[in-house]
């Protein structure tokens, strides 16, 4: 078994950070914001790509809806599942250069997830005076000690000297007097019937006390470029003096939900089914790392689409269905219309096959995702995810692989992304994990990847974790 971690390899990771951060450079040479022109795209083979089921041929092992499936030739220009991930980070570092976009300075309270795009240099000593680093007393010289009336607490003004024989008490966090010698706890002390204190235990010089720059010295380096803004750098920010960080902006999404079948509320009725994708995908995408601006309702409504796309400032537009060859499947024409670049037409993956990725312009693209709701999730794993990532300059996870607890039905060609929960040292395959099905993916803890021709009990499958599994910063929604 592999377990999961960060990359480890010093010179591959050197280079994402490197090439990924390119997004907050200055450019030497001008941008150029025109369009590409159109690799020309396949049909897709299957019919309208609809949120509730009406998607093309993406159904495999008898769940979801029953299709036949392609031939080998009949979507030989669909790419492979890990060509079409590596395609959308190609063409994040693409955009990245061409973007001329500069550090932002993000409050504490707002940097979570982001990634460092200037040092963290201490802005002071840490800590900036001699603290207590325990309740008791402050003691100069030998004991036993007289002892102050008024104790020192943390948060207030210098206090003053003590002389050889005395002792004050004090809190944790506390200045410490001028010519201490060390701090007694309060469970090494005892006083006796004059109100003299006595130690219980031998006192050494400088005990239980934080000298001035024990941490850090101002100047000091405490975390390079690339680093990504966890709670835990928050708090070493705000302890090193900071308000703000320099970050890597967020990249911009702007969803487009299409189909006239959709309900915002309500039960579905005369044909009409709610819609998953417009609540579900807002905030996968800001665990992903992304700042959405906007949420749209196109319908099935080509003149609509394509004023959205044309007006969109966003680095990535996604939109949901339409993405097959059906009369109201509107996303290939439009694309066309515009004379983008297909990157990706159609991606050798169960479900979500009718997925696409392509570029409008140097610096943006657009991701179209199939309507069905676990095909979708398919899709933003696949090239949403990779391309916001390395937008956001943050880290690639290292693969890791976990056995399977049973077999899992495979496709003749195509990769499987199978819902499934991790129990101890493997991972048990859920049901309902048809292209139109959530139920699934719902419950999952991630996404395995089982290739074409399925996987047997036991052998080992390599696992997509979803953002608020992993406890780590995908769980911040906001």
């Known amino acids: 078994m592999t377990s999961p971690g960060t990359r480890s390899d010093a010179d591959a990771e050197d280079l994402d950070v490197e090439e990924a951060l390119a997004l907050v450079r200055e450019n030497s040479g001008h941008s150029s914001h025109g369009s590409h022109s159109s690799h020309g795209s396949h049909s897709s083979h299957g019919r309208r790509d609809g949120h509730g089921g009406r998607d093309g041929h993406d159904g495999h092992g008898g769940q979801g809806a029953s ?55 201490a802005l002071t000593d840490l800590p900036s005076f001699d603290t207590s680093a325990m309740d008791g007393w402050a003691v100069a010289g030998p004991g036993p000690w007289a002892v102050r009336d008024e104790g020192v607490l943390a948060g207030h003004a210098a206090p003053a000297p003590l002389t050889d024989g005395e002792a004050v008490r004090i809190a944790t966090g506390a200045r410490i007097p001028p010519d201490t010698t060390a701090v007694l706890r309060t469970e090494h002390g005892r006083s006796d019937d004059r109100g003299r204190l006595h130690p219980t235990r031998e006192v050494v010089h400088g005990q239980d006390i934080r000298p001035r720059g024990q941490e850090c010295r101002s100047g000091d380096q405490l975390l390079p470029v690339g680093t990504l803004a966890t709670p835990a750098v928050l708090g070493l920010a705000a302890a090193a003096g900071y308000d703000t960080l320099t970050a890597v902006p967020r990249p911009r999404v702007d969803i487009l939900v299409l189909g006239d079948e959709l309900l915002t509320q309500g039960l579905p009725h005369d044909g009409l089914i709610r819609d998953a994708l417009g609540p579900m ?13 906007a949420v749209r309702r196109i319908g099935d409504d080509a003149k609509a689409l394509h004023r959205a796309v044309t007006t969109s400032e966003a680095d990535l537009i996604v939109t949901t269905g339409g993405t097959a060859a059906g009369p109201v499947d509107h996303v290939h024409p439009t694309l066309r219309r515009i004379g983008a670049e297909l990157l990706v037409d159609g991606v050798k993956a169960r479900p979500g096959h009718p997925m696409l990725l392509a570029r409008l312009k140097d610096d943006q693209h657009l991701v179209g995702l199939p309507g069905n709701p676990l095909a979708a999730v398919s899709g933003l794993l696949t090239l949403a995810e990779p391309l916001l990532r390395t937008l956001a300059a943050r880290p690639a996870p290292a693969p890791y692989t976990l056995p399977l607890r049973d077999a899992v039905h495979g496709h003749p060609y195509d990769t499987r992304l199978v819902p499934v929960v991790l129990r101890g040292e493997g991972a048990v395959p859920l049901h309902y994990n048809g292209p139109a099905m959530l139920r699934g993916i719902a419950a999952a803890d991630a996404l395995a990847v089982v290739p074409p021709g399925g996987a047997r009990s036991g052998q080992e499958a390599e696992l997509l974790d979803l953002p608020w599994a992993t406890g780590g910063i995908g769980v911040c929604f906001t």
């Open 67 to 121: 299709t036949p499936h392609h031939p080998a030739d009949a979507h030989h220009h669909a790419t492979p599942w890990p060509e079409a991930r590596a395609t959308a980070e190609r063409a994040a570092r693409t955009a990245a250069r061409a973007a001329r976009r500069t550090p932002v300075a993000v409050p504490l309270d707002a940097a979570l997830g982001l990634t460092l795009a200037a040092p963290l240099a």
């Open 281 to 293: 995908l807002p905030p996968w995408l800001r665990a992903l790392g992304a700042e959405v601006r």
